[in-house]
């Protein structure tokens, strides 16, 4: 606004001179146009914060990563981020980048963290100052903690007696077909949670009309009874689902034992899906 009122009264000025018989040689000068009040920027600068789940604590020093939203060769090396910072002492970050989309990565992004799951996140960046975490499709019965569902990005903790054993016997599964191991992700953390969750306390495994395939994926494995995860894990790579396993960046498992009275022993679920920078699943919901 101010480069264009100062343009009017160049033009007032030139005006007045040339009345006078003043200017010398003439041409005056010619404002460009003003800026359109629609007109976006061209980058992005937005802001996130990452706590705790469940507790809601600011999670300091943690690696955050902005990588390119782009398909690769399976297996084969990840696209170099395009930028790297850590969160503040408040959980707050700011990524900043072209407009576009991109993968966001919060988390060690480490195939032998069993400590924390690592956020993958499909963001799209368009001019926005704050970043909104995704909420996982609603599973009947189960209530999420309050930070996954406020927009605030969240990291669990990995259950070491539920879900670690799944981890260690999938990882197993991958080195005896020569595959690296998968990162351990936030999204299918939270949504194997849930689903396993709801089928321990009444199995009724009801798909909600929002979510109708249940989990996040197509390439998941469950079962019931069992004495631990390691039939859930070996089941990923004997099935249908083998393709998934073997192809898979990404895992999360868990299994819990019944509540008592129950006629079944246990429920487990593990997820396990091709990169969704490939192409979406059909059999799925879009990758958050």
Known sequence: ??????????????????????????????????????????????????????????????????????????????????????????????????????MLVIGSDDNTDTTRPTIHDKVVLAGQTMLAAPTMPPVPGITPAPVETNGDYRLVTIDQTHELPCIQEYDAQR???????????????????????????AYNKQADPKNQYGFLTTGNATGTGGINCAFIADAAFTNAAATYAMMS???????????????????????????????????????P
């Not at 902005?66 to 790297?84: D, K």
């Open 1 to 102: 606004m101010k480069r264009y009122i100062g343009a009017a009264l160049a033009i007032a000025a030139t005006s007045f001179l040339a009345a006078c018989g003043g200017g010398g040689g003439g041409g005056g000068f010619t404002p460009g146009p003003a800026p359109s009040p629609s007109q976006k920027p061209n980058a992005t600068a937005a802001q996130g914060t990452l706590v705790d789940d469940p507790s809601g604590t600011p999670l300091a020093g943690v690696e955050v990563r902005l990588a390119p939203w782009t398909s690769y060769p399976t297996p084969g090396p990840s696209p170099a981020p395009i930028l790297t910072t850590t969160t503040d002492g408040k959980g707050r970050f700011t990524i900043s980048a072209p407009n576009g989309t991109y």
């Open 175 to 201: 080195k005896l077909h020569g595959l690296a191991n998968p990162v351990i992700d936030e999204w299918l953390t939270e949504n194997v949670r849930a689903w396993v969750n709801q089928s321990v306390t």
């Open 249 to 287: 960046p990404w895992y999360a498992g868990s299994y819990l034992p019944y509540q008592q009275g129950s006629p079944y022993t246990a429920y487990g679920a593990s997820e396990f899906p091709t990169d969704p920078r490939l192409g979406s699943d059909p059999n799925a919901v879009s990758w």
